[in-house]
């Protein structure tokens, strides 16, 4: 369902409905993961800055998890227009206490006494929501109270994707898909997309995430992007943004408004690595982790098949000696 406009550069960024949840946000949602210290480590007054550069450009959506630790950069940004914004994070936690640990973070880290959507990190099927049923316990029971507005499950998953379309405590899913395919971790780019059609036929509200492959589809960007914003079923896509020039690209992308042929460059110019410190001690914990495969170890030190990884940072949070960044 399309709403309203907010006029840029000669475009409009267009507003959708968010499933039956009732949330209105603009198509363009802010990926916070890229901003923080898993990603580009940018001090905070400059990532509020640029998270500040898309709500001012009428982004109203912005995507974060407790894993990111970006909470400080959304507090700054949207200082003085709290109700105006949209947030959505997530949490790994499966037990009660776990999750009321994290919503409690969540709420005192963006300063606010209400987060729109929180979900469970990182589902893979059915099975894994059903072990973490505690948790999304205390998650239904924060909506009754006013405190989470809508509950979902974000995934790279399309078992995953197929199990919340059947589950009516689950109104918001946010699924990986990208035009090649990158990081689904079972199954094609058509298989999502139809999964993600029977979701969207229940009523779920459906955002979408690593459009770019995590960096990977740079160098195709308004190919990847365009794939994206032709599938009906998707109210959102997010995408993550790290500098004035990557919000005003896609700001004016989303909105169909005119590029300057010298704004296409320098954002085709920013390619993203995974970059392993000297200090690794080939410890194998990034290994365990990355369910993209895409790490090994070899000479005691981790690297990476870079043909498999997602660019997702999450390596970069299990690592113990902090030797691991996505540059």
Wanted: aromatic fraction near 8%; proline fraction near 3%; glycine fraction near 10%.
């Amino acid at each position: 369902m399309t709403g309203a406009f907010f006029v840029v550069g000669g475009g409009a960024v267009d507003y959708r409905m968010l499933g039956n949840t009732g949330i209105k946000v603009s198509r363009l949602c802010f990926g916070a993961l890229t901003i923080g210290p898993l990603q580009a480590n940018l001090p905070l007054k400059q990532g509020a800055a640029v998270i500040d550069r898309a709500i001012e450009q009428g982004v109203n959506f912005i995507d974060t998890a407790e894993l990111y630790r970006t909470y400080p950069y959304i507090r700054q940004a949207i200082k003085g227009r709290k109700d105006q914004v949209v947030i959505c994070s997530k949490s790994y936690a499966y037990t009660r206490d776990g999750m009321q640990k994290s919503l409690t973070d969540a709420l005192r880290g963006i300063e606010r006494d209400y987060i729109d959507i929180f979900m469970l990190h990182e589902q893979e099927s059915l099975l894994t929501v059903k072990g973490h049923r505690e948790a999304l316990e205390v998650l239904l029971e924060a909506k009754n109270k006013g405190i989470v507005r809508a509950v979902g499950l974000s995934t790279h998953h399309v078992a995953a994707v197929l199990a919340a379309a059947e589950l009516p405590e689950i109104e918001v899913i946010h699924p990986i898909i990208n035009m090649s395919g990158v990081g689904i971790a079972d199954g094609s780019v058509d298989d999502m997309l139809s999964a993600v059609r029977r979701a969207y036929r229940a009523g779920k509200g459906i955002y979408g995430m690593k459009a770019l492959g995590g960096g990977n589809l740079l160098a195709n960007a308004a190919a990847a992007l365009s794939f994206v914003l032709e599938i009906p079923e998707l109210s959102a896509v997010a995408v993550g943004m790290q500098n004035f020039a990557e919000v005003d690209y896609n700001v004016r992308f989303f909105s169909q408004s005119y590029i300057p042929e010298e704004l296409k460059q320098q954002v085709i110019r920013q390619p993203r690595r995974l970059h392993f410190e000297e200090w690794c001690q080939g410890c194998g914990a990034c290994v365990a982790v990355c369910s993209a495969k895409a790490l090994y170890l070899a000479g005691e030190q981790a690297r990476v098949k870079t043909d498999l990884c997602r660019l997702c940072g999450y390596c970069g949070a299990a690592c113990p000696m902090f030797a691991i960044k996505v540059i």
